[in-house]
């Protein structure tokens, strides 16, 4: 499986952005997906997941109200859309798959998943 982010860049401080990731190479609709970011100095933390149906997400708490994730199995793509971007959202981005056993899993660890995109940053400036 490969997957490629794109949408990253510089915005300020309250200014949105919508990330996308291209999955190619295995079956889309079968996959768990997730959202992560690793900021200079720190862990990958999860930001959002999303099971392969879409039909259950899960948020973390820095990020509820002003993220949304989102796919298009028809598309093969995942889509982070960011809202009230803040400073401390600085990162980069990276999108992650996984092959998910049910329709009602999803992960938030990231040890959980065996497939990495290259990355995109976001810079939010104040």
């Known amino acids: 499986v490969q997957l490629v982010e794109s949408g990253g860049g510089l915005v300020q401080a309250g200014g949105s952005l919508r990330l996308s990731c291209a999955a190619s190479?295995?079956?889309?609709?079968?996959?768990?997906m997730g959202w992560f970011r690793q900021a200079p100095g720190k862990e990958r933390e999860v930001v959002a997941a999303?099971?392969?149906?879409?039909?259950?997400?899960h948020y973390a708490d820095s990020v509820k109200g002003r993220f949304a994730i989102s796919r298009d199995n028809a598309k093969n793509t995942v889509y982070l859309q960011m809202n009230s971007l803040k400073p401390e959202d600085t990162a980069v981005y990276y999108c992650?798959?996984?092959?998910?056993?049910?329709?009602?899993?999803?992960?938030?660890?990231?040890?959980?998943?065996?497939?990495w995109g290259q990355g995109t940053q976001v810079t939010v400036s104040s």
């Open positions: 992650a798959s996984r092959y998910a056993y049910s329709g009602s899993f999803l992960y938030t660890g990231k040890d959980a998943y065996g497939y």
């Open positions: 190479g295995g079956t889309f609709s079968t996959y768990a």
């Open positions: 999303i099971s392969r149906s879409g039909s259950i997400t």
